[in-house]
């Protein structure tokens, strides 16, 4: 076999770090389309404090690879518990609010068992998990030096309490954006449950996805996102 030259071998080098399992998950859908706001702060209700369990808070992002060339891509799967901030119960419902923050630096990329959950085949080497995560954190995407937080504010809420529509204002990457989440809620006398899954894409932030070979291969604009936020009452 011939062997390739040192440019060619440079050149294939960023589609080799997305080569890995040949299953694409399908993709998402139930766009929550983001949309221009401004960054003032929304005025905190009274009501019953919740304090978010970060240790027990749980934040996925999966994104796939597309276009031409998308099989010999994998998607990614990226999270922890990355998740603190608080939640108000006020009276009447609609007034709630929250204020969240992502610790965006302590974003973990392909772990096995996420994977896994996901059913996608094939673990990836440590070295492409950190071209991966280094690219993610670099300034063309999450710029998570100059921004070190991903801030979520909520706006309005509509719908009933086990099943809302929390209207927030998201702040990533120095680019704020309002965009609609379904959200799950379980609520205790002492604790609150909170879940739920929704697709964003990354150009309505100013984002550009990774793409290689001409955007033959290239990242998905859509991401999907899952999230489970526990949080405890305090006085």
């Known amino acids: 076999m011939k062997k390739l030259s040192p440019v060619a071998r440079l050149l294939l080098l960023p589609m080799l770090l997305l080569v890995g399992c040949q299953s694409l998950p399908p993709a998402p859908d ?49 999270g922890g518990s990355v998740i603190e901030g608080e939640i108000v119960l006020a009276e ?18 392909d772990r096995h068992e996420w994977r896994a959950a996901e059913g996608f085949e094939g673990a990836v080497d440590a070295e492409a998990i950190e071209g991966t995560r280094r690219n993610m954190l670099s300034p063309a995407l999450l710029d998570a030096e100059a921004h070190p937080e991903i801030r979520v504010e909520s ?64 990242v998905s604009d859509e991401v999907l996102v899952r999230f489970s936020i526990e949080a405890k009452a305090v006085d």
């Open 92 to 109: 009447p419902f609609r007034d709630s609010a929250l204020r969240l923050t992502i610790d965006a630096g302590a974003l973990a990329v």
């Open 155 to 218: 706006i309005a809420i509509t719908g009933p309490r086990w099943q809302p529509d929390i209207r927030a204002r998201v702040s990533l990457a120095g680019e704020t954006r309002a965009l609609t989440v379904p959200v799950t809620l379980d609520i205790q006398e002492a604790s609150l449950t909170a879940a739920g899954r929704f697709v964003l894409r990354q150009t309505d932030f100013g984002l550009t996805p990774y793409s290689a070979a001409g955007g033959a291969l290239r």
């Open 30 to 78: 139930g766009v929550s389309r983001a949309t221009a706001t401004d960054a003032s702060a929304t005025p905190w209700p009274s009501g019953t404090r919740f304090v978010v369990d970060r240790d027990r808070s749980r934040l996925r992002l999966i994104v796939r690879a597309e276009g031409p060339m998308a099989r010999l891509g994998h998607p990614h799967v990226v």
